[in-house]
């Protein structure tokens, strides 16, 4: 099945390292680790697109003129609290990008988001919004988010996982057809509790170690 909201980085490498994460017995560390790896990865397709100018600098040998990153600084959202583990990995590739959080959590009964925090750079006119997160499930978390931040009228949006479902890709690509998922894989299903099949449990509970 293709989503035309979304491209799957189907790298071997990150193909590896999303098998490495689904396995129960692997640790916390290792979990975090890997997860910061493939985001880096993900990054790197998310942003090809970002506009770039020419200018002019010395190189050791002579003058020339070479591209550089055009506009206002990227910004990088975390959906908290799993969406933390994507964003350490792809401020390793922009470390000079400005850094939002919203805090959302799933109401366990209804599957609908709830804010309980909100903080991001201000001025997200004219600038590309990256918004991480590691699942899209329901998708209810992300079509929240985006909407947000929409009220702050940003250049563009981006959303970048590691995991999706077609669940979540249709209910995103029906609130926001303009915005482009990037994930290392989408998977089968739902469950009835909203989890992603078969997935990898809990992101943000094996990226903390808190279950």
Not at 57 to 68: G, K, L, N, Y
């Amino acid at each position: 099945m293709e989503f035309p909201n979304c491209t799957v980085v189907d790298h071997p490498l990150v193909k590896h390292k999303l098998t490495q994460m689904r396995r129960v017995e692997t640790s916390t560390a290792s979990f975090r680790a890997l997860l910061q790896e493939i985001s880096l990865l993900l990054a790197y397709e998310a942003l090809r697109d970002l506009k770039v100018r020419e200018e002019e600098i010395q190189t050791p040998m002579a003058r020339t003129v070479a591209p550089v990153l055009d506009g206002k600084k990227l910004v990088l959202v975390a959906i908290m609290r799993a969406g933390q583990g994507i964003l350490d990995g792809m401020l390793q590739l922009v470390p000079s990008a400005r850094v939002g959080h919203i805090g959302l959590y799933r109401d366990p009964e209804t599957l609908s988001p709830v804010e309980y925090y909100y903080r991001v750079p201000g001025q997200l006119a004219d600038r590309d919004v990256v918004v991480c997160d590691p699942m899209l499930a329901t998708g209810n978390s992300a079509v929240a988010a985006l909407q947000r931040l929409k009220k702050s009228k940003p250049g563009s949006l981006r959303f970048v996982c590691l995991l999706a479902c077609p669940e979540g890709l249709a209910n995103l690509r029906e609130h926001h057809p303009d915005v482009h998922v990037y994930t290392a894989a989408v998977d089968e299903r739902l469950d009835e509790h909203g989890y992603i099949l078969p997935g990898l449990g809990d992101a943000g509970d094996r990226l903390f170690g808190t279950k």
